[in-house]
Structure formats: structure tokens, C-alpha cells
């Protein structure tokens, strides 16, 4: 065992004491561990975690981690459409949540682990290494995609942003942002490990004034919210007490914005992130309350540690940021990655463009174009377009922004025939999630479509 | 069951995609833990409620404790 892993897994009864939520259940890790022990999967089997956020949620993790197994969180609202096509293109043995129902994943055998039921797939061989973590890139890369992490990358990660933002054994950090994405499991949980920091995890519905009150009541120190969730208490209003620290990251953060928030005299030190999932994900920060007004549209400059470069920039300094880090994943996993992406000297093609100026500042330019941020969730249109074009009626499908942050899909339909497209958009509900689905739906005619 | 409740059940279903039979939705399962709704999907099933129920549900009404069960969220809406 590597010591990354050990120290994960040693921190447990720690960590025990430092991390709490508002559910009624306390588990016991112990017999999460031994329960994960007796299904006695193959090394480096998968097994997908289903859980809302919540101690019971992290205590798994660790314990299929401490089992050998490979963890793979997933949003809980995900269809089990996708989870199935999941467990077989990502090869997961087991699936862990509450209430699962066995006959949606046709599995015969049906366990119980804590409070979470668990799904077990027989005969599904290991596809990874014992201690590596996989994390869906479903936002970014496509709905059946994730990549392989080593728990040390992942530790490696969480360290450097609690060095580059100061947080320590001495803070109290709010959970309120996804366990399953990066930053609330990565960023926040596993860097609550790594400080000794205290946690308090939350979860939806998000409410600005619970969120004041529990920074009030919790005695919070830090927190890390996302750009939306920003937006929002701003144009609220909303008064928070005094934080320590505040960090935003997951979508480009205006300088207006970063202006509004520094003139907030709850908010002592406020960092803009950057990230991506396959860099472990924290690339580079902006530590804005000590940052020239000049840096405030940027996002920082990289981690001590991390080295970048702007691919073939264009005229105006413009090109993909490629990123050499550490916290780099090992591989991309999944039915439609064709090309692992990095370069012949071990650069992370990011897909993001970026310039960067002459003081060293990273500025986001644009996303690739398959990439859309709605209602504060990535969302990758070409998985839209497959769900739309597995309809019987759908040649084809085309989704891109709307008006007002709205998600327009265009259908191109078989045989001319007209379509019903409130029957179609019940049909593509039923597969994404409710971020994923369009707000409008259009029929167009076969001959405006080329191929 | 209430017809409050059952119209709960029916929007969870057809509105929310909550992939339960309609039965097995207890009045006490957590809205979050065993039906797994996100942040987005809250969002959703407050439009939901006070479009069916003609009723506006106010920020401070938007909370865990409010959307904790279908239990909660009825008496919600029984005061209004």
C-alpha cells in the first residue's frame, strides 16, 4: 500500500471525530470496511458509489478504497440507464446507494453495507489498479467517460490547494458543493484529510440564508462555492459572517464579480480557480484579495509545481492550455475516448483556451465547443445529441446554447416524419439529468441538415 | 394518502423522473438520500409544487428541513 493510501485510510478514526452532517445515521466505519471485505471482489474492481453527500457517502469511499477496490462516485439522480451503460463500458463490479433497486440492473446478487444496498456484478474482471480513484468527466468529456487517478494524485492535489490557500488543522470547512465532482470530494473532503481542517458537509436545497446561518452557527472558516452559487448572494445581498476564506471555481468568474465579492467585508481572502478534472483538478489560482486589479478576469497564475504552456497561439497570444502537473490522471477511460489526451512530453491537452500575459496571469478565452455551463452545470451537448438521436424517430440531433442560458436541441427526423416533440422531450428526460434536458426543442427540415 | 401526497408522488414521477415505483415512495424517505434528488432537481420540484398547488414557496421556505420527506414538504404546503 502506497502511503497516500495509508494515510487516507489511517485518518479514518480522526477523521471520525472532525466530520459531520445533518442526517440522523452515524456510520460506523469499521463495519462499512468489513462489509466491503465480504464481497470479496478481485483488486482493483470498481465499484460505483450512488450517494448524496453526507459522512456515510465519504466513509464508503474510504472503505472501498481500504478494501483495494476502485471508487467511482456518481450523482444520485443519475437515470439508471446510464448507470447500466456505465457499469459495462467502465467495467464497475458493484453499485452502492440507498434504496437501489436490483431488477433495474438485472443483477442477482443484492447485499446491504451500512445503510447503502449494493448491487454486485459476478464475473466483472478488475480494469484497474487497487488505490487508483475513478472520477466521472460526464460534464466535460461525454456521459460514459472517466479518469483514472491514483489516490496519491488525488492527495497530491488537495495539497497543494491547501498550501496555496493556507488551510489548515485550525480551519472549518462547509461542504455544500457536489461530493461527486471534484472539488467537494477532492478539493474540500480529501483536503479536510489532508489539513486536519474540521468538516461540516451540507446539501441541497441550497438557501442563502441557511448558508449565513450555518457559517454562523458552525463557526465555518472556509468554503468554496461555485460561481452561480455567487452570483446568487450577491445579487441577494445576502450578508454572510466573517469567513476566513472563500473560493470559487468551476466557470469563468467575471472581474466585476470579483470586485462585487472583494468589497464584501465578510470575505478576507477570496481565490479564483481554475481546474479540470484530469489535472487532479486544481491548475492555477488567484489569490484576488491580494492580486492586482488588472489580474481580477484571470485566474491566477499555476501552483508551485505545476507547469504550463499556451499551445500554438494565434496572433492575439490566444491557444489550448496545456498543463504538466503532478495531480495529472493516468488515463481517460471510457467507450468513446479515442485519444488520450496528452502530448509526446507529458503535457495535459486541458481543451480550454487561454492566454496568458507577460506578469504570468492565465486568462480563459473559451471552451471547446461541445462544452456548454447551464444553470451552473457542464454539460456535454454531444451526449444530449445521442440520447435525442436513440429515439426512433431522430436521424439526428444538434444542441447548442440558447437564449438566457437555455440549451436548444435541433432534430433532423427519419423519413420525413413529423415529430412529437413533447413526446420526444419525455423521452430524453428519462435518460439526463434535468440540467441536461433542452428547454426547447425544434424540428428542422432534412434538407437544412448536412452530415 | 393525502391528495397532497399523491400529487407529490405524481410529480416526483412524471416531472422528476424518479425512478421508484409510485407505492414504494414512503412519506417518510428522504427526498435527498433515498430518492437521490440534486440541487437542480429540487429546484424543479419547487417550480412543480407551486405550480400544481397555485401556491409561491418563499426562499426561507426553501430549505432541507421543508424538502426533507414528502411528509415535511405536505405540511408546507398545508400552510399555505
Not at chain 1, 288 to 293: C, R, Y
Not at chain 2, 14 to 20: G, I
Given at each position: 500500500m502506497n502511503a497516500a493510501a495509508r494515510m487516507i485510510i489511517d485518518s479514518v478514526a480522526d477523521l471520525a471525530r472532525r466530520v459531520s452532517d445533518f442526517s440522523d445515521t452515524s456510520p460506523k466505519y469499521d463495519q462499512l470496511f468489513e462489509g466491503y471485505a465480504r464481497l470479496a471482489l478481485q483488486p482493483g474492481s470498481a465499484v460505483l458509489i450512488f450517494a448524496p453527500n453526507s459522512v456515510e457517502f465519504l466513509f464508503h469511499w474510504i472503505a472501498t478504497l481500504a478494501n483495494g477496490y476502485v471508487p467511482c462516485a456518481i450523482a444520485p439522480s443519475t437515470k439508471s440507464s446510464l448507470v447500466s451503460a456505465l457499469q459495462k463500458s467502465l467495467n464497475i463490479a458493484a453499485i452502492v446507494g440507498?434504496?437501489?433497486?436490483?431488477a433495474r440492473y438485472q443483477a442477482k446478487r443484492f447485499e446491504k453495507i451500512g445503510a447503502f444496498d449494493v448491487v454486485v456484478f459476478d464475473r466483472?474482471?478488475?480494469s484497474y489498479e487497487p488505490f487508483d480513484v475513478l472520477i466521472l468527466t460526464t460534464g466535460t468529456s461525454g456521459s460514459q467517460t472517466a479518469c483514472v487517478h491514483t489516490i496519491e494524485s488525488l492527495v497530491c492535489n488537495a495539497s497543494m490547494t491547501n498550501k496555496t490557500l493556507n488551510i489548515t488543522a485550525a480551519d472549518k470547512q462547509l461542504v455544500v458543493l457536489p461530493m461527486y465532482h471534484c472539488y467537494g470530494l477532492i478539493t474540500q473532503s480529501i483536503g479536510a484529510i489532508v489539513s486536519g481542517c474540521e468538516l461540516k458537509i451540507d446539501g441541497p436545497p441550497f438557501n442563502p440564508s441557511r448558508f449565513a446561518d450555518l457559517i454562523r452557527k458552525e463557526n465555518i472558516s472556509i468554503c468554496g462555492i461555485t460561481p452561480t452559487i455567487a452570483r446568487d448572494l450577491l445579487r441577494r445581498g445576502t450578508v454572510l459572517p466573517a469567513l476566513r476564506s472563500m473560493s470559487i471555481g468551476g466557470d469563468r468568474v467575471s472581474r466585476e464579480e470579483v470586485t462585487s465579492l472583494l468589497s464584501k467585508p465578510f470575505i478576507n481572502e477570496l481565490y479564483v480557480t481554475y481546474g479540470l478534472t484530469e489535472a487532479g483538478p486544481r491548475v492555477s489560482v488567484l489569490?484576488?484579495?491580494?492580486?492586482?486589479?488588472?489580474?481580477?478576469d484571470s485566474v491566477g497564475k499555476p501552483f508551485s509545481g505545476v507547469s504550463i504552456r499556451i499551445e500554438k497561439p494565434d496572433a492575439g497570444g490566444v491557444g489550448q492550455l496545456l498543463v504538466k502537473t503532478p495531480?495529472?490522471?493516468r488515463r481517460k477511460v471510457g467507450p468513446n475516448i479515442v485519444h488520450q489526451p496528452f502530448t509526446a512530453d507529458g503535457f495535459l491537452e486541458t481543451g480550454d483556451l487561454f492566454t496568458q500575459d507577460a506578469a504570468g496571469y492565465l486568462r480563459y478565452v473559451a471552451r471547446k465547443a461541445d462544452i456548454l455551463i447551464v444553470k451552473g452545470e457542464k454539460l456535454n451537448t454531444r451526449s444530449i445529441d445521442l440520447v435525442a438521436e436513440?429515439?426512433?424517430?431522430?436521424e439526428c440531433a444538434r444542441t447548442a446554447a440558447g437564449d438566457m442560458n437555455s440549451v436548444v436541441t435541433r432534430l433532423w427526423a427519419r423519413e420525413n416524419k413529423i415529430l412529437d416533440l413533447e413526446e420526444i422531450k419525455r423521452f430524453m428526460k428519462s435518460s439526463l439529468r434535468l440540467h441536461e434536458v433542452p428547454d426547447k426543442i425544434i424540428q428542422e427540415q432534412e434538407a437544412v441538415f448536412h452530415k | 394518502m393525502s391528495n397532497i401526497e399523491a400529487c407529490l408522488r405524481d410529480i416526483l414521477i412524471?416531472?422528476?423522473?424518479?425512478?421508484?415505483d409510485r407505492d414504494r415512495i414512503l412519506p417518510t424517505y428522504s427526498l435527498r438520500q433515498d430518492l437521490g434528488i440534486d440541487s437542480l432537481g429540487f429546484v424543479e420540484l419547487r417550480e412543480q409544487v407551486e405550480k400544481r398547488f397555485s401556491i409561491v414557496i418563499s426562499d426561507d421556505d426553501f430549505t432541507p428541513e421543508n424538502f426533507a420527506t414528502l411528509s415535511s414538504l405536505t405540511s408546507l404546503i398545508n400552510r399555505h
Open positions: 440507498p434504496r437501489l433497486d436490483p466483472t474482471p478488475p489569490p484576488a484579495h491580494v492580486a492586482p486589479v488588472e489580474a481580477y495531480s495529472v490522471c436513440s429515439h426512433p424517430d431522430v | 412524471e416531472d422528476l423522473f424518479v425512478e421508484f
